[in-house]
């Protein structure tokens, strides 16, 4: 029988801050428990059940259950920072001992000087922005100019911005990567992402061929381990992006949530031994980043309803992890991502239901945890927890 491990990170769903969420502005951050104090309660009940709510700092909501049906427990981030991709990497071996390069003020005038003479046109913005925001403040003056929106935020991004009436998919694409190309070394940031969208007349819509360029993960990461042994390892969502396809033998994007989850189960139907590997970026993107508990609210009980199906297509001896990649708390005052334990359940019809896994000390236990089910030996960082629910 095909045996399968599917890892679904609930992009940004933290459930409390780190011990040193104060170094990062963070202080009161837990993105579950606030979003559900925000909304009056949420109907979660195949989380409930799961044990969310056995899950250390997040006792004061009075969800937790006697007998969950997954084993529970947090994680601490080891790596410094608080992005995607720091938290993606750690999950799969990379533990950072610096953060990845930000820019609060913009961009420098050297870098963007050299990026402006590589694409043959001059910018507009370079500043920290909304996405949503900047295609409204400058959508028009781009369309008229037809010179790129160029912004980042508190991860480490360069983002480009483009009407694809204006600046087409592939000239967008190239200028990516020409921007990829300079942003490395000591100037490096962790993903150049492109941006399109469609519009007139201050009235513009993002599209769903957004493309994201990571740089390669700083080492070998569970991807690659689990490829060499001839397993397949599925993407979905933007994880192949983020782990700059290594390691990747199958990849799918996805429009949102649903969506990710529609092809996840599509993965789940194949006869195969496999690792699928999911992000669901809505809760971070549409509604932690926006400041918006209702939206959180809502999508965290639309991925509950789904849970169920994705329970009913595993076989036998697969194991399913939830977890987050940090958080992005949508109660506080910022619209940054949060410094937070991440949480981790972890179900199989052939595994211990209800063990208190306890707090982990990096995210990278996940990942030593998905090599010890696939019995593959390696030398990542982190401690496996399979021994305690097998």
């Known amino acids: ?69 997954a084993s529970f427990g947090r994680a601490m981030e ?62 028009d003056e781009h369309v008229k100019t037809g010179y790129p929106i160029i912004y980042t935020s508190a991860d480490s991004v360069f983002q480009i911005a483009a009407h694809e009436e204006v600046i087409p998919l592939e000239e967008l694409y190239k200028m990516c990567e020409i921007a990829r190309g300079l942003l490395v070394g000591e100037k490096a940031v962790g993903r150049v992402i492109a941006r399109p969208f469609l519009g007139e007349n201050g009235k513009y819509t993002r599209t769903s061929n957004r493309h994201d360029y990571a740089l390669d993960p700083f080492n070998k990461t569970i991807l690659e381990y689990i490829k060499e042994n001839n397993i397949k390892v599925k993407a979905v969502g933007k994880i192949e992006d983020i782990y700059n396809k290594n390691g990747v033998t199958d990849a799918i994007h996805t429009k949102n949530n649903m969506d990710g989850v529609d092809k996840t189960l599509e993965y789940m139907n194949e006869n195969e031994d496999a690792f699928i590997f999911t992000n669901l970026v809505d809760f971070d993107m549409l509604y932690g980043h926006r400041n918006n508990p209702e939206g959180y609210g809502k999508a965290l009980e639309d991925f509950d309803n789904r849970l169920n199906e994705i329970i009913g297509k595993m076989n036998d001896e697969d194991m399913l992890i939830l977890t987050a990649d940090h958080g992005c708390d949508p109660t506080t005052e910022s619209t940054d991502h949060s410094r937070e334990y991440i949480p981790i359940l972890v179900y199989g019809k052939n595994l211990k239901s209800g063990v208190d896994i306890g707090t982990r000390k990096c995210f990278c236990d996940i990942g030593k945890t998905i090599l010890d089910f696939f019995n593959i030996d390696n030398d990542l960082n982190g401690e496996s927890f399979y021994n305690k629910i097998k």
């Not at 979003?35 to 989380?47: Q, R, V």
């Open 1 to 69: 029988m095909a045996k399968k491990t599917i890892l679904i990170v609930l992009d940004s769903v933290g459930v409390g801050e780190l011990p040193d969420a104060n170094l990062y502005h963070d202080e009161g951050s837990n993105t579950l428990a606030n979003t559900w104090k925000a909304n009056g309660g949420l109907n979660i009940e195949n989380l409930k059940n799961f044990g969310i709510g056995n899950i250390k700092g997040l006792e004061k909501l009075n969800i937790d259950t006697k007998k969950p049906m």
């Open 78 to 139: 080891a790596s410094k920072g608080k992005d995607t991709v720091t938290g993606h990497w750690e999950i799969a071996g990379v533990i950072l001992d610096k953060p990845l390069n930000t820019y609060p003020q913009g961009f420098p005038k050297e870098i963007m000087e050299e990026f402006e003479e590589k694409i043959g046109r001059k910018t507009l913005g370079n500043i920290v922005a909304s996405g949503t925001q900047i295609i409204e403040d400058l959508g």
